[in-house]
């Protein structure tokens, strides 16, 4: 171990500014009741700290720094760039965000900004200038918190001239230009950069390669933004950690990875609102993102709800029964989180997420939420030998499944120009992903340009437009002796949405072994019967065998006979294809076979169907973290020392219903 004791990070947004300094002293004994060790401070603070233009009111700031400092409570420091003030709408109309129909939108929630405007990206940068030079060397600053979950797209004027500088930077002449986006369809070529405008609501269909570039473009402002920042607090002092917090969306307006690499450490907002296990099932997913985002080291869980969580689409809140929360923050850390940290400490009486549950509720600590609060905190506190470093630098947790996660692979999905709507990113991603968690096999997320030898298993669920650079990783993966598995659809176009001629299986028809001719996307009640007695849905296929076997074939109808999973030996390797959507439960099937083949094996053999087993690395050591999300007991082999428990355990220990363990293992 270090010669520091590693302790795992708890506590939440902290908006001290919103409340009487009363409160400021309760607050600071509920947390230290609580063993709240970080808070994160003045995210949504702007108002408060710069009231009017260029004056700052920092007094309440430095008061409650230096409380906090007294209690050995640390402080995530943000820069409230995510809300300008009221003064800023009447100041800057032109930096105010223009929707795609042309309204321009003021003040009255939060985001409200152009992020390619430069009067907003000034401001932006004099606030965290100002708090960056006036508490780098704050002793209760551990971490910068820039901005807060990136996210806002605009269009209008000042988008328009910065979107013509970015496709000059990309393209350099009109005439690539033109080439990429095919404009001599519907007469769109472009004779002036200045006829160049964003993608706004036109009269038909948009043009897709326009679209896609605009995505790209808006997600480089964002990353332009961050940099910024992130530039002005490392001057102030370069010790201290940056980061800025990813919401995992349902919407995706900048890339993970790219702004991964602008700050120290990846932290993520995540609010699953299932009910059900479901619910487990996204929180790994969310956690197996951030952990892939930070390279495999660990990750601040930034946000996520103690209890009621909005669920807007739905227009109601969800609470979350008791238990869970605990059951679900010990699947963040054994996915490499740092700890956990809550939105937020206390929640406002006012203001729109008034009913978004805090670690304080309105009616007070006496209550389940902030007795379970208290109890987590307590629980954390022994398991902070999990917060060390893995000893050989290498990542948390060990996988040998990849599966792609690609910025361009989304959008291209949303672009309207596909042979189905039905081809969201995000659900073919997790439905493989959830498949994975079933059977008991961890995954790490990947893009196809990183160096994928760690892998045995690279899985491409959805990814319309490949370039050649990654069409030619993934067959080097492959010859190399690794197992890949793409999904329809997936390298039917290069990386500006133009067709590949000859085969819908586009850039990876080599690697396939297939030629992929037409295509037959399904309605939306429709299915197609397959040979191993399931049904697929969404999508179906003409394909000829080129050098692969077929696993099962389509059964009945006009495709009867045609391979529907295709197997292709190439080099050392194996490449499959999935030529419909599986039924989750043949999904299943699938993946456990392909992985079985390739020789991956469970963190715990009996790991699966519910019971969850995560080796996490920490020093030199290695923890098993077992969750039960089962509604029977479940039995598995340990041998190690019950962190919670404390006892040993070696031979078959019973997990209750909902029951979890921590186990640190004994070297093998
Ligand atoms: C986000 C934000 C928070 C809060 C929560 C809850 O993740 O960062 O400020 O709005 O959602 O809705």
Request: aromatic share 10%; hydrophobic share 40%.
């Given at each position: 171990?270090?010669?520091?004791?590693?302790?795992?990070?708890?506590?939440?947004?902290?908006?001290?500014?919103?409340?009487?300094?009363?409160?400021?002293?309760?607050?600071?004994?509920?947390?230290?009741?609580?063993?709240?060790?970080?808070?994160?401070?003045g995210?949504?603070?702007?108002?408060?700290?710069?009231?009017?233009?260029?004056?700052?009111?920092?007094?309440?700031?430095?008061?409650?720094?230096?409380?906090?400092?007294?209690?050995?409570?640390?402080?995530?420091?943000?820069?409230?760039?995510?809300?300008?003030?009221?003064?800023?709408?009447?100041?800057?109309?032109?930096?105010?965000?223009?929707?795609?129909?042309?309204v321009?939108?003021?003040?009255?929630?939060?985001?409200?900004?152009?992020p390619?405007?430069?009067?907003?990206r000034?401001?932006?940068?004099?606030?965290?200038?100002?708090?960056?030079?006036?508490?780098?060397?704050?002793?209760?600053?551990?971490?910068?918190?820039?901005?807060?979950?990136?996210?806002?797209?605009?269009?209008?004027?000042?988008?328009?001239?910065?979107?013509?500088?970015?496709?000059?930077?990309?393209?350099?002449?009109?005439?690539?230009?033109?080439?990429?986006?095919?404009?001599?369809?519907?007469?769109q070529?472009?004779?002036?950069?200045?006829?160049?405008?964003?993608?706004?609501a036109?009269?038909?269909?948009?043009?897709?390669?326009?679209?896609?570039?605009?995505?790209?473009?808006?997600?480089?402002?964002?990353?332009?933004a961050?940099?910024?920042?992130?530039?002005?607090?490392?001057?102030?002092?370069?010790?201290?950690?940056?980061?800025?917090?990813?919401?995992?969306?349902?919407?995706?307006?900048?890339?993970?990875?790219?702004?991964a690499?602008?700050?120290?450490?990846?932290?993520?907002?995540?609010?699953?609102?299932?009910?059900?296990?479901?619910?487990?099932?996204?929180?790994?997913?969310g956690?197996?993102?951030?952990?892939?985002?930070?390279?495999?080291?660990?990750?601040?869980?930034?946000?996520?709800?103690?209890?009621?969580v909005?669920?807007?689409?739905?227009?109601?809140?969800?609470?979350?029964?008791?238990?869970?929360?605990?059951?679900?923050?010990?699947?963040?850390?054994?996915?490499?989180?740092?700890?956990?940290?809550?939105?937020?400490?206390?929640?406002?009486?006012?203001?729109?997420?008034?009913?978004?549950?805090?670690?304080?509720?309105?009616?007070?600590?006496?209550?389940?939420?902030?007795?379970?609060?208290?109890?987590?905190?307590?629980?954390?506190?022994?398991?902070?030998?999990?917060?060390?470093?893995?000893?050989?630098?290498?990542p948390?947790?060990?996988?040998?499944?990849?599966?792609?996660w690609?910025?361009?692979?989304?959008?291209?999905?949303?672009?309207?120009?596909?042979?189905?709507?039905?081809?969201?990113?995000?659900?073919?991603?997790?439905?493989?992903?959830?498949?994975?968690?079933?059977?008991?096999?961890?995954?790490?997320?990947?893009?196809?340009?990183?160096?994928?030898?760690?892998?045995?298993?690279?899985?491409?669920?959805?990814?319309?437009?490949?370039?050649?650079?990654?069409?030619?990783?993934?067959?080097?993966?492959?010859?190399?002796?690794?197992?890949?598995?793409?999904?329809?659809?997936?390298?039917?176009?290069?990386?500006?949405?133009?067709?590949?001629?000859?085969?819908?299986?586009?850039?990876?028809?080599?690697?396939?072994?297939?030629?992929?001719?037409?295509?037959?996307?399904?309605?939306?009640?429709?299915?197609?019967?397959?040979?191993?007695?399931?049904?697929?849905?969404?999508?179906?296929?003409?394909?000829?065998?080129?050098?692969?076997?077929?696993?099962?074939?389509?059964?009945?109808?006009?495709?009867?006979?045609?391979?529907?999973?295709?197997?292709?030996?190439?080099?050392?390797?194996?490449?499959?294809?999935?030529?419909?959507?599986l039924?989750?439960?043949?999904?299943?099937?699938?993946?456990?076979?392909?992985?079985?083949?390739?020789?991956?094996?469970?963190?715990?053999?009996?790991?699966?169907?519910?019971?969850e087993?995560?080796?996490?690395?920490?020093?030199?050591?290695?923890?098993?973290?077992?969750?039960?999300?089962?509604?029977?007991?479940?039995?598995?082999?340990?041998?190690?020392?019950?962190?919670?428990?404390?006892?040993?355990?070696?031979?078959?220990?019973?997990?209750?219903?909902?029951?979890?363990?921590?186990?640190?293992?004994?070297?093998?």
């Amino acid at each position: 171990m270090t010669h520091e004791t590693p302790t795992l990070v708890y506590g939440g947004d902290y908006n001290p500014d919103q409340w009487p300094r009363e409160t400021w002293d309760e607050d600071i004994r509920l947390m230290r009741q609580a063993h709240v060790n970080r808070v994160t401070v003045g995210v949504f603070s702007w108002s408060s700290i710069e009231p009017r233009e260029g004056e700052y009111d920092v007094e309440w700031l430095d008061i409650i720094m230096d409380k906090l400092a007294d209690a050995g409570i640390g402080v995530v420091l943000a820069t409230p760039t995510a809300s300008p003030p009221p003064w800023f709408t009447l100041a800057h109309p032109e930096a105010l965000p223009v929707r795609a129909d042309g309204v321009r939108l003021v003040h009255g929630s939060r985001d409200t900004y152009n992020p390619a405007a430069p009067a907003y990206r000034e401001a932006a940068l004099r606030v965290a200038d100002m708090l960056a030079k006036r508490y780098a060397h704050h002793p209760a600053l551990r971490m910068w918190h820039v901005h807060n979950e990136y996210g806002t797209v605009s269009y209008g004027p000042v988008t328009d001239e910065a979107f013509r500088g970015w496709l000059r930077e990309r393209y350099g002449t009109l005439d690539a230009l033109n080439a990429a986006w095919w404009t001599a369809f519907w007469s769109q070529g472009y004779g002036a950069w200045e006829e160049i405008l964003a993608p706004q609501a036109t009269q038909y269909l948009p043009n897709p390669g326009q679209v896609l570039d605009f995505k790209r473009f808006s997600a480089d402002v964002l990353r332009d933004a961050l940099r910024e920042q992130v530039a002005v607090v490392r001057a102030a002092n370069p010790a201290i950690p940056v980061t800025t917090n990813f919401m995992l969306p349902t919407w995706h307006h900048y890339d993970e990875w790219d702004l991964a690499a602008e700050i120290d450490e990846v932290s993520i907002d995540h609010y699953p609102s299932a009910r059900d296990v479901e619910g487990e099932v996204h929180t790994a997913f969310g956690a197996d993102l951030a952990r892939s985002f930070n390279g495999g080291r660990p990750w601040t869980l930034m946000e996520q709800a103690t209890s009621t969580v909005y669920d807007y689409a739905a227009g109601r809140i969800y609470a979350k029964a008791p238990g869970v929360l605990e059951r679900q923050t010990l699947q963040y850390v054994a996915r490499g989180s740092t700890g956990s940290l809550f939105f937020q400490w206390r929640n406002g009486r006012g203001g729109a997420e008034l009913f978004h549950s805090p670690m304080v509720p309105h009616t007070g600590p006496d209550s389940r939420v902030f007795r379970e609060i208290v109890d987590l905190g307590a629980t954390l506190a022994r398991l902070g030998e999990l917060a060390e470093p893995p000893a050989d630098g290498g990542p948390v947790n060990r996988n040998r499944v990849a599966f792609v996660w690609d910025s361009t692979a989304w959008w291209s999905a949303e672009t309207r120009a596909m042979p189905t709507t039905d081809l969201s990113f995000l659900d073919a991603v997790r439905a493989t992903h959830r498949a994975l968690w079933w059977e008991g096999i961890g995954a790490d997320a990947v893009r196809l340009g990183d160096d994928l030898s760690r892998y045995d298993v690279v899985l491409v669920p959805s990814k319309l437009a490949v370039s050649d650079t990654e069409a030619a990783a993934l067959t080097r993966f492959v010859e190399a002796g690794g197992t890949a598995v793409t999904w329809y659809f997936a390298g039917s176009t290069d990386e500006h949405l133009r067709v590949r001629p000859g085969s819908f299986s586009g850039a990876f028809a080599d690697l396939l072994g297939i030629r992929v001719e037409e295509l037959f996307p399904l309605a939306p009640d429709e299915t197609v019967a397959l040979d191993d007695g399931t049904v697929g849905d969404c999508w179906s296929q003409t394909v000829h065998l080129r050098g692969a076997e077929a696993l099962v074939r389509f059964r009945g109808g006009h495709l009867d006979g045609v391979p529907a999973v295709t197997r292709h030996a190439v080099g050392d390797g194996v490449a499959y294809h999935v030529g419909t959507r599986l039924d989750p439960a043949a999904l299943r099937r699938l993946l456990a076979d392909v992985v079985a083949a390739a020789g991956v094996e469970r963190h715990h053999p009996q790991a699966g169907d519910g019971l969850e087993v995560v080796r996490r690395h920490a020093g030199d050591r290695t923890y098993l973290v077992v969750v039960n999300h089962d509604d029977a007991p479940r039995e598995l082999t340990l041998t190690g020392h019950d962190l919670l428990g404390g006892r040993d355990l070696d031979g078959p220990v019973t997990v209750p219903p909902g029951g979890h363990l921590v186990v640190r293992e004994v070297a093998r």
